[in-house]
Nanobody, 125 residues
């Protein structure tokens, strides 16, 4: 069992930056595949980034490549999402998620077993 709590959301102007955190409690956090998803009003939840258990591989949606960086610190049971060059289209509720296995699909919400409650990111001038 893993409990996830996101933080770090807020409101920034276009071009700004934010760093989201996802704190995990529970056993064997380091064995979980982790991901960030987002959902804007009226839209489906979409994958943003994923990271292997020991951070050896990171994956990104095309829409955020080169702007967002996912990382994790297993000693602190925490995952991060550094978001730079933010755009209004990045406005959404951001969720972190944990999976025992991606089963080959890091970008599918059904691959994940545990979810946080979300943190709001708003990009607006």
């Amino acid at each position: 069992q893993v409990q996830l709590v996101e933080s770090g959301g807020g409101s920034v102007p276009p071009g700004g930056s934010l760093r989201l955190s996802c704190a995990a409690s529970g056993s064997q956090y380091s064995t979980y595949y982790m991901g960030w998803f987002r959902q804007a009003p009226g839209k489906e939840r979409e994958a943003v980034a994923g990271v292997y258990p020991y951070g050896t591989l990171t994956l990104y949606a095309d829409s955020v490549k080169g702007r967002f960086t996912i990382s994790r610190d297993n000693a602190k049971n925490t995952m991060y999402l550094q978001m730079n060059s933010l755009k209004p289209d990045d406005t959404a509720m951001y969720y972190c998620a944990a999976a025992r296995s991606w089963a080959g699909r890091w970008d599918r919400s059904g691959s994940y077993d545990y979810w946080g409650q979300g943190t709001q990111v708003t990009v607006s001038s």
